[in-house]
């Protein structure tokens, strides 16, 4: 895994964040993904909430979105109050033109599948470099620590090559919001998305894996600051 730096600023992310922000109008319940791109959009709507009187509520999926979201202004609610959002707004790490994802490059794609899986629309944000015609980008999985011998060994049959994920700032894993480990599955090109999704959810003790199969639509910011709109 190479370093995630969530602070430099991005164009081709910004113009994506914020066009995807402006699918949002005043009442509705919004889910806050997780990661650089979609910070562009959490911020823009604190700035919209706070200047231009935007009514939103937002639900996070990280304590990453939760930290910006209240720092940008966004008033929060969680989804036992509110079990049907009206869209949720997330990154990928890699998107085919099926629109497929993969998601969980920063450990988030637990809460990030619940909270997209509520909404009635799932729009992801991404720059160019994340599409692709097939995937083929390491798979991040979610895993009970109590269980990561037996999944690795599962994983392995299934033909993947799992690696623990280390911490960058900590010694030993990454430990998840949820308390959990993640394995960084390399499964080279996916021809088949749903029916890996399948195999992986099977396994005991895989508490979620990062594919996505439930995007509506993709906006990607392109390097002049345009952004193309792909829909399901
Ligand atoms: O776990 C993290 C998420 O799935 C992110 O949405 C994904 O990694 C994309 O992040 P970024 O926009 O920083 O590339």
Redesign the pocket.
């Given at each position: 895994m190479t370093e995630?730096n969530?602070s430099a600023d991005s164009p081709e992310?910004r113009a994506a964040g914020i066009a995807a922000s402006r699918m949002v109008e005043s009442g509705m319940v919004v889910g806050l993904?997780?990661?650089?791109?979609?910070?562009y959009t959490i911020k823009e709507l604190g700035r919209r909430v706070r200047e231009e009187g935007l009514e939103i509520l937002g639900v996070v999926?990280?304590y990453q979105s939760e930290m910006l979201a209240i720092e940008a202004g966004i008033p929060l609610a969680n989804l036992a109050q509110h079990p049907k959002l009206d869209i949720a707004i997330?990154?990928?790490?890699q998107i085919d033109s099926k629109l497929y994802a993969?998601?969980?490059?920063?450990?988030?794609?637990t809460r990030?599948k619940i909270v997209s899986a509520s909404a009635r629309h799932f729009l992801?944000?991404?720059?160019e470099s994340?599409t692709s015609i097939q995937l083929n980008k390491a798979v991040?999985v979610e895993v009970l620590p109590f269980a990561k011998t037996l999944v690795i060994k599962k994983i392995k049959e299934l033909g993947g090559k799992p690696e623990l994920r280390l911490g960058l700032r900590k010694d030993g894993p990454v430990i998840t919001d949820n308390g959990n480990f993640v394995l960084d599955v390399n499964l080279g090109v996916i021809n088949d998305p749903e029916g890996l999704a399948l195999k992986l959810s099977s396994i005991p003790g895989v508490v979620e894996h990062?594919i996505f199969s439930n995007v509506d639509e993709l906006y990607i910011g392109k390097k002049d600051g345009s952004v193309e709109i792909v829909r399901k």
């Open positions: 995630r969530i992310k993904g997780t990661g650089s791109t979609v910070a999926t990280s997330d990154g990928a790490d993969i998601k969980g490059g920063g450990a988030a794609h990030e992801v944000v991404a720059d994340k991040p990062g």
